[in-house]
């Protein structure tokens, strides 16, 4: 039988500007509506969240992640690493292109009732055998017309345009390859994200390409042709002029995309990541990665600020989306419920980046619940590995 749901006596919140410093509760009505916020006393027939030591916050977005679950051969069951690890948002990074995206959508979007979105490949196919078949082989494999047309009788879902760009994917090809799929996200109107790694096209070449709202994932990998300069040990020149142009740096974690030192030396200089992707897929979720709350623990210890942490997996994810933040009060009353319940677990843990470098937190970000719609799920935090 459907019922409200009430969380009690928030102790904090975050990326919530109207609701800081203020210990609220929240009733959400039968429907998954915000009914009301304030000094609200408990019903016994209501489902009760007590929310004392918690944190709040929008739902977490995990901006980069493969979910294609039967048809990429790394994609994973999107329940894995959805609600149950505090994220309410999941969004797929090129996993398919216009010829299989009716069957993400089928299959993966309409299969689920909390958000999922897609960045649709440039390839046709999209990602079916990771770095062995190339999304990119031959101009067959790429139709930009096609391409334009299912993101824009899409565009509910389809929320931004995704390519690769690295040795192992372009083989023999380069920037043509990133100027052609940035050709169609200007198109569409949409934001493009591109995988970085091995050169391929130089980064500053990819970043001279590239826009406000474009999305460079694996800001912090450790391959050659990363970030840093190798002379200075500074961040490269193109990389400050893109980001001062409005060029998004994502971290997206993956199984061989995120290095310690890297991330310590850039932060360190005051170059801070914009969005904080896992890049989970069947590989990475064993190898180190393991969920978006561990990806943001780490982070953190390289010198992120916690409230900089949250709002890179809420109002910044959440406005390259286009989907609904949480400025005042009033814009919260009456919206359909999607937070995410936290605690800042403050004990000593080892984690291990990409290349199993030893990362050395003090705070974990632990969920507890997430409630989306009148949905009520308790998270586990991971089986991560640790000493």
């Known amino acids: 039988m459907d019922t409200k749901i009430l969380i009690k006596d928030i102790s904090a919140a975050y990326s919530i500007p109207s609701l800081q410093g203020k210990r609220v509760s929240i009733l959400i009505d039968e429907n998954g509506l915000v009914e009301r916020i304030g000094n609200i006393k408990a019903d016994a027939t209501w489902r009760t969240i007590d929310a ?39 969004v797929d990074a ?83 390859i990133v100027k052609g799929a940035k050709a169609v996200a200007r198109e ?18 990819i970043l001279d390409v590239l ?26 020149d193109a990389a400050i002029e893109a980001k001062a142009r409005g060029v998004l740096f994502d971290i997206g974690h993956g199984a061989a995309s995120f290095n310690v030192s890297v991330g310590k030396t850039c932060m360190a200089q005051g170059f801070l990541p914009d969005l904080i992707g896992s890049d989970l897929h069947t590989v990475s979720i064993a190898q180190n990665a393991v969920s978006l709350p561990v990806t943001m623990s780490k982070i953190q210890a390289c010198g992120l600020p916690s409230q900089h942490v949250v709002d890179c997996v809420t109002t910044r994810a959440r406005q390259i989306l286009d989907i609904e933040g949480f400025q005042g009060e009033d814009s919260l009353l009456g919206t359909r419920a999607d937070f995410t319940l936290f605690q800042e677990a403050h004990t000593a843990k080892t984690f291990y980046d990409a290349n199993d470098n030893r990362i050395d937190t003090s705070l974990q970000y632990v969920p507890h619940y997430t409630v989306y719609g009148p949905h009520i799920v308790q998270c586990a935090y991971g089986e991560e590995r640790s000493e």
């Open 52 to 90: 004392t030591g918690l944190i709040l916050s929008p739902g977490w977005v995990d901006i980069h992640t493969h979910i294609y679950d039967g048809v990429c051969d790394i994609g994973l069951d999107p329940d894995r690493i959805g609600p149950k690890t505090g994220v309410t948002a999941l």
């Open 188 to 205: 569409v109107g949409l934001p493009l994200m591109v995988h970085v790694g091995e050169p391929g096209p130089t980064l500053p070449k």
């Open 211 to 236: 826009g406000a709202r474009d999305i460079v994932t694996h800001c912090f990998h450790g391959k050659p042709g990363n970030i840093l300069d190798p002379r200075t040990g500074k961040v490269i």
């Open 94 to 176: 090129g996993s398919a292109g216009h010829v299989n995206y009716h069957g993400f959508e089928k299959y993966i979007i309409n299969g689920h009732d909390y958000g999922i979105f897609a960045f649709l490949n440039y390839g046709s196919i999209g990602i079916s055998r990771c770095n062995v078949i190339c999304d990119y082989e031959t101009d067959d494999f790429i139709q930009p017309e096609e391409t334009i047309a299912c993101i824009n009788a899409h565009k509910d879902h389809i929320r931004g345009v995704k390519v690769r760009a690295c040795k192992v994917v372009l083989k023999n090809r380069g920037i043509e």
